[in-house]
């Protein structure tokens, strides 16, 4: 069973940052291309960022230029630095994992998620 444990969200004035990160166990972590999704309230869940085995990276518009998703194979953890953050940036993120060497920014490739870490950007 892969499991994915986030951590790192919280509440954040705009403007702010927050790192957000994701360990992985009882997997080859990295053999897995990894990503980041994001669900606000009401939303359907969105691409942040992904990354390949090998550390190419694949980032939304809205995010481009603000996070950075980068990966420490031996620590089996995936990270997301998020500066200046706005409110719009506000929802639950989530890891998502799936054995394979290509990326894909489909969230349906991904069978392997975990249970969300929350980030609210507010004043």
């Known amino acids: 069973q892969v499991q994915l444990v986030e951590s790192g969200g919280g509440l954040v004035q705009p403007g702010g940052s927050l790192r957000l990160s994701c360990t992985a166990s009882?997997?080859?972590?990295?053999?897995?291309?990894m990503g980041w999704y994001r669900q606000a309230p009401g939303e359907q869940r969105e691409l942040v960022a992904i990354i390949s085995k090998d550390g190419d990276t694949n980032y939304a518009d809205s995010v481009k230029g603000r996070f950075t998703i980068s990966r420490d194979n031996a620590k089996s953890t995936m990270y997301l630095q998020m500066n200046s953050l706005k409110s719009e940036d506000t929802a639950v993120y989530y890891c998502a994992a799936r054995n394979s060497t290509s990326l894909s920014a489909n969230r349906f490739d991904y069978p392997y998620w975990g249970q969300g870490t929350r980030v609210t950007v507010s004043s």
């Open positions: 009882t997997i080859v972590f990295d053999l897995y291309a």
